[in-house]
C-alpha cells in the first residue's frame, strides 16, 4: 500500500502538458524570475573517530617559503569534527543604479561539536613527528549570526 501511494503521489506530480526543455536566449532569461533563491543547509562531518577504519594520525599542511630559500610548513594534526550550519540562502537582487548583486546569507546558527585539532605546530618537514605543539583547538557551542556576504562585479 505504502509503495502505490508513492507511485501515485510521483505521477500525480508529473503534468501531461509541460512543455519540454529548451534553451533560453539572454533576453529572455533576463525577464525570468525565479522569486525565492536557493536555501541549503550543512552537515561537515571531519575525521569522524567512530568510522570504521578512522585514520588516527591526519595532517593539514600548509606550506609558506622562506626569505631564506627554505619552507617552513604550518602542520594542524588531526583537524576533527562536527560543523551545522542552518539556513544559508544565495539570491540575486537589483541594485539601486540598476546593476545586480550575489546576496549570501550568513547562517542563522551555526554549532561545533569537538570541533579543531589536535596540536599545531611550524615543521621544516610536513610529514615529520611532531615533537613541539604550539597547542590545540576544541570548540563546542553555537554562534547566531544575521547579515548578508554581497558579491558584485565592477
Do not use: C
Request: no cysteine; net charge negative; proline share 4%.
Amino acid at each position: 500500500m505504502k509503495t502505490f501511494l508513492l507511485l501515485a503521489l510521483a505521477l500525480a506530480a508529473l503534468r501531461a502538458d509541460a512543455a519540454p526543455l529548451r534553451a533560453l536566449a539572454d533576453e529572455e532569461m533576463a525577464r525570468v524570475a525565479g522569486q525565492d533563491g536557493v536555501s541549503f543547509a550543512a552537515h561537515i562531518v571531519i575525521n569522524d573517530p567512530t568510522l570504521v577504519g578512522a585514520v588516527s594520525d591526519s595532517r593539514l599542511s600548509l606550506g609558506f617559503a622562506g626569505a631564506d630559500g627554505h619552507s617552513r610548513y604550518l602542520v594542524l594534526r588531526n583537524v576533527r569534527g562536527t560543523i551545522d550550519m542552518s539556513t544559508i540562502a544565495i539570491d540575486v537582487h537589483s541594485r539601486p543604479d540598476g546593476g545586480d548583486y550575489l546576496a549570501l546569507s550568513l547562517p542563522n546558527t551555526v554549532r561545533f561539536e569537538r570541533f579543531g585539532f589536535e596540536s599545531m605546530s611550524v615543521q621544516n618537514d610536513p610529514l615529520a613527528p611532531v615533537t613541539a605543539s604550539m597547542g590545540s583547538l576544541d570548540i563546542t557551542g553555537s554562534v547566531h549570526m544575521t547579515g548578508q556576504l554581497r558579491l558584485w562585479a565592477h
